[in-house]
């Protein structure tokens, strides 16, 4: 849900930080290792295998809802791909 780190770039110029990320997208997780490294925050894959205890206490809790399921340029098939449900 990290993408290539939009939210990430918001919040930090606002003050905050980042503990942890996750993407599954090999691409965009390789653009966002570019832009932001590992730094203190380890960007982690499918959050569907992601135990609960690695996630650290945080205050905010943000995430790029997945479009593809939905948008007119894909196949609409919404909830009915498992993107959609994530």
Same mark, same amino acid.
């Given at each position: 849900?990290?993408?290539?780190?939009?939210?990430?770039?918001?919040?930090?110029? $606002?003050?905050?930080?980042?503990?942890?990320?996750?993407? $599954?997208?090999?691409?965009?997780?390789?653009?966002?290792?570019?832009?932001?490294?590992?730094?203190?925050?380890?960007?982690?894959?499918?959050?569907?295998?992601?135990?609960?205890?690695?996630?650290?206490?945080?205050? $905010? #809790?943000?995430?790029?809802?997945?479009?593809?399921?939905?948008?007119?340029?894909?196949?609409?098939?919404?909830?009915?791909?498992?993107?959609?449900? #994530?």
């Amino acid at each position: 849900f990290a993408g290539i780190g939009g939210f990430r770039l918001a919040c930090e110029a $606002l003050g905050g930080e980042c503990v942890f990320a996750s993407e $599954l997208h090999p691409t965009a997780a390789a653009v966002y290792r570019e832009n932001w490294g590992d730094g203190d925050a380890t960007l982690h894959g499918d959050i569907r295998i992601v135990s609960s205890e690695s996630v650290p206490e945080h205050d $905010l #809790l943000t995430a790029g809802f997945p479009c593809q399921p939905f948008s007119t340029l894909g196949a609409q098939e919404g909830l009915q791909e498992s993107r959609g449900r #994530l």
